[in-house]
């Protein structure tokens, strides 16, 4: 029986989607300024993913357990409050240590938020429409990557400038002089609160988790711990979030620091066509992911991060200014693959399973923090070189991950379309 489409609410879930990537994925091109606002060594800037990405895998769980006793709508609401909080108390206290703190619960609003949306847009769209409305939505966070970078560059260009219209007018007004960068935190602010707004007066769809969603018992986690490859792909997850916020947040810092670049230009149009390569390469992920074994991709995609990223490292401008976006595009489908890898390793509670290893997200935290740490001795461009251990680990997972059902092959992908067409036409 098919389920109820809700556009309005599916429309509203793709919004969330850009706004969580839209404040999430800012932050690697706000690094440089931020460094030279507050005078602070490449280690001191390293708590700043770790601030923020440390609250995932504080909060995932916790999340989890207030949708089932609570209800999507209050989570939504709960988690654009504690955004907006995070936000404006820092354009109002304008310190690294505030800094820090707005981070942390900025992500602590993020990581509340990709709990609840999923259940939510597969209740509203349908599930027979879940997993192209997935890939939509994946299409909404990707651009929303894409473009704060550009919105960044535009602000902090012009505010404080001869260069007039109301925007710039009002933040004229607000942000301090050698502080452009903090007008994000301003714009974050207004589209928080009005996303508040919006979802306080609509109504919700009563969301019943499925198994495979639902957080489950402690005897559950303890079962699941004893499974080795239940750590096995916790630190899959760890690895890839670690490399993809180890390139991302230190791209803009690295092209200054090595090629004389600027941030608010070049350094952020770098960061955003990482973040667009890696949305296309999303979508050609999913067209592989039913042609090919995806352990076999992951492979494939591993070795080309690999080869990017040392392009990037050790090449000249212009090879650092497309092998560091290339390496976006490489990173596309990785989450996907060690997710789906480690989901189909254990036969059993898939929801609390899917918990754990959404908790290694915190690697998005501990490798970039450590990046910095290791930058103020030898360097950042030695420091890097660290995440050659995380994308070597990706790489291993290809080798000894042996799921207990693999992904489509060819002839199943073009079976099941054949089946597709034939049953819209019915």
């Known amino acids: 029986m098919k389920s109820k489409k809700q556009p309005f609410i599916v429309g509203l879930v793709f919004l969330i989607f850009f706004v969580i990537s839209f404040l999430t994925n800012i932050l690697g091109p706000l690094v440089p300024d931020i460094i030279d606002s507050f005078h602070l060594s490449l280690g001191l800037a390293g708590f700043l993913p770790f601030s923020f990405f440390v609250a995932y895998g504080i909060m995932s769980i916790p999340a989890g357990i207030l949708i089932e006793k609570y209800s999507e709508k209050f989570v939504l609401i709960l988690s654009f409050i504690l955004a907006f909080g995070g936000a404006i108390l820092f354009v109002f206290f304008t310190s690294f240590s505030i800094a820090l703190l707005s981070l942390f619960i900025i992500g602590l609003g993020m990581a509340m938020l990709q709990v609840v949306i999923n259940p939510l847009l597969r209740t509203a769209g349908g599930e027979e429409h879940f997993a192209f409305n997935s890939v939509l939505a994946q299409v909404f966070f990707g651009l ?123 350094g952020a149009s770098t960061v955003s066509w990482f973040w667009g390569l890696m949305t296309v390469g999303c979508l050609l992920g999913l067209v592989l992911l039913k042609m090919f074994d995806g352990r076999k991709i992951l492979c494939i995609f591993v070795a080309g991060a690999m080869i990017s990223l040392t392009v990037a490292l050790f090449g000249s401008v ?66 890097m070189l660290l995440l050659y251990l995380t994308l070597g680990y990706l790489f291993s997972m290809g080798i000894w991950a042996k799921p207990l059902v693999n992904n489509a092959a060819s002839e199943t992908y073009f079976l099941d379309l054949f089946k597709k067409k034939a049953n819209s036409k019915k």
């Open 144 to 266: 929303a990557s894409f473009l704060s970078p550009l919105l960044y560059s535009y602000l902090v260009q012009n505010i404080h400038t001869s260069k007039s219209n109301v925007l710039l007018d009002l933040l004229n007004k607000l942000v301090p002089a050698r502080l452009e960068w903090v007008s994000l935190y301003w714009v974050f602010a207004v589209v928080v609160l009005l996303m508040i707004l919006v979802i306080w007066v609509i109504k919700f769809p009563k969301v019943k988790l499925q198994d495979d969603e639902k957080i489950g018992t402690f005897a559950n986690f303890k079962e699941l711990l004893k499974n080795r490859y239940t750590l096995l792909f916790f630190f899959g997850t760890f690895a890839y979030v670690g490399t993809e916020q180890g390139i991302a947040n230190w791209i803009s810092k690295f092209l200054q620091l090595y090629h004389g670049q600027s941030p608010e230009t070049v």
């Open 318 to 383: 212009q090879a650092a200014l497309v092998a560091f976006p290339l390496c976006g595009f490489f990173a596309s489908v990785m989450w996907s693959i060690v997710i789906s890898l480690g989901l189909n390793s254990v036969s059993t509670h898939h929801g609390t399973l899917a918990g754990i290893l959404c908790t290694g997200i915190v690697g998005g935290a501990v490798v970039p923090l450590i990046i910095g740490a290791l930058s103020d001795s030898v360097g950042l461009k030695a420091a």
